[in-house]
């Protein structure tokens, strides 16, 4: 194969190698559920109980996840803007729907965690009741280890046409009430969300302090991006501020659909998910080592 001559060429080359490089050495966990990792479809076993890419169910009894195509999906889930061809979903049928994968968590990185979701209008057969809640993301094992978890929640649980509502599960600096975390909405944005389109969450954490940083949501469909900063505001993971109660590392993610008392029989919450990512957030300063790298290629490559 010919070498380019050009040497902008070479050096963009020479970029995006580390660029591509630089990405895998900070993701953790990625998975956008496509036909190269997840298949044949539908699955009729899931993807939790059946081990697809290290997913498995752990709770003897819930309901696997399965993964579908967009195309011709039998829940009628809208194309996620952002998404390929397929999709994870998951829901509650008399039991509650869990999957869950390992991931590498340290005690002294930041992480931001970052999934797409769309919950689908309440499907209960009458008189059942819409039940609460209808999905969560969160790090695992929660009853032991230092976690934090979303939390989707019908607007009105009487009136789920209303919409629903994105939670964050946090406890305060000293780690009250342990493991019972307490819920909290940080914005006008995360309220009143539409069913059956898709919006995409992002969480980060430091490990160090133990704490939550940062939240965003995207409306997928509109590009519209709302960040709030979470330093300060006393969300801290299980073990308290620096992890003060001593509690282990997670290791673990997992998703989650259905909740509430007294199940229905039917899939009455059903939710999908796509595109999860758990990454490090980058030290401070090495975007601008990453430049100066790019631009030694460059000048290399130019004379």
Known sequence: MRVPACGRASASLVGLTVLLAASAANAQYASDFEPET??????????????????YNPVAGSNDWTVYN????PQGVVQNPQGSTQFAY???????????HTATILGTNSYTLTFDQCVLPWNGAPPEVAQNNIASFSLQPSATARSFQTLSIWQDV????????????AVDNAGSGAHAVSFFTVGAAWQNLQTNHWYRFSETFDMGGNMLTSASVTDLHTNAITTV???????????GSGNVLGYTLPTD????????????????????MDNVNLSIVPAPGAAGLLGLGLLAASRRRRS
Do not use: H
């Open 229 to 239: 900063n979470l330093v300060g505001a006393g969300l801290f993971l299980t073990g």
């Open 38 to 55: 997840y298949g044949p479809f539908p699955l009729t076993n899931g993807f939790g109980g059946g081990g697809q890419d290290g997913w």
């Open 70 to 73: 967009y195309v011709g999906n």
């Open 253 to 272: 993610l997992r998703m989650f659909a259905g909740g509430g008392s007294g199940a229905p029989t039917s899939a009455g919450n059903r939710i999908g």
């Open 158 to 169: 009487n009136n789920p046409a209303a919409g629903w509502q994105q939670a964050i599960g």
């Open 90 to 100: 998951g829901a509650l049928v008399t039991n509650l729907g869990r999957a869950q």
